[in-house]
């Protein structure tokens, strides 16, 4: 099936189908995230030109794809520091650093439309967008698809557990990889998500009577939770993964 992809600048009349996509295509405690409330607005309002949006020929918006520009030295020790710290990078005015690099921050596949192979077509868009504007480099803050079943093993671990023809284990890392992208280095707090523990009951669909690690629906890591604090805090590694563009 043939889909068209395009940006919001380019379709802003597309744009409204974004909310309702995201809501859909992530677990709830995604939607979470304090630096995410604050600064994702910015990305549609001011950066419309990197967020990439496939529709169908009933122009339904089925997939996106969100990044920014911004300024990397090309050392993992100049890496952002963090999924929030891109983000950050990306919306806030560039003083003096003219951005070279751009950071993926999320694909959103309608779940109807997955195992099409769509993510590859986002990723491949977003290389096209890095060329088009001069960029070195594509780097993406992956958070690997199967992890939430492996969530007491290290991302340290997990990252170098690879199938028999060398590709990585991970079906997420495993697109990147196969378009080109290495592994740099394990962002370990790349997304920290506090909320109360009535907040992480409604988010998880799970009853959590004591203080404790718990091991909640599609979290790559465990919650870790506090009854005396009435506080739970989910502090999610990714993976920096790079793609050079030339």
């Known amino acids: ?33 304090p630096v995410a409330d604050k600064h994702w607005p910015f990305l549609c309002e001011t950066l ?36 929030e710290d891109a983000l950050i990078q990306g919306t806030t005015p560039h003083q003096n650093r003219k951005p070279n690099t751009l950071s993926a921050l999320a694909i959103v596949i ?16 977003m290389r096209a967008l890095a060329q088009h504007y001069g960029y070195t480099s594509l780097i993406a803050p992956v958070r690997p698809s199967l992890k939430s079943r492996y969530p007491l093993i290290p991302m340290e671990d997990y990252i170098r557990w690879t199938r028999e023809d060398g590709l990585p ?18 962002a370990p707090r790349s997304m920290v998500i506090p909320g109360t523990v009535q907040d992480w009951e409604r988010w998880s669909g799970m009853k959590l009577p004591q203080s404790g690690a718990y091991i ?17 805090i989910y502090i999610e590694p990714n993976v920096w993964m790079q793609h050079q563009i030339s």
């Open 48 to 83: 419309p030109q990197y967020q990439l949006m496939l529709s169908n020929k009933e122009n339904q918006v089925i997939a996106a794809g969100y990044t920014v520009p911004l300024y990397w030295d090309g050392t993992i020790e100049g890496l952002p520091e963090s999924w």
């Open 110 to 125: 309608r779940p109807s439309f997955r195992g099409q192979k769509l993510s590859t077509q986002i990723v491949q868009g």
């Open 1 to 33: 099936m043939n889909y068209t992809l395009t940006t919001i600048r380019d379709s802003p009349h597309l744009r409204a189908q974004l909310g309702p996509l995201d809501n859909e295509g992530w677990p709830p405690f995604m939607t979470n995230d």
């Open 169 to 186: 284990f991970d079906p997420w890392m495993r697109v990147h990889a196969r378009l080109g992208a290495r592994i740099l280095k394990v």
């Open 216 to 232: 909640i629906p599609e979290a790559l890591v465990p919650l870790e939770l506090s009854h005396e604090r009435n506080e739970g």
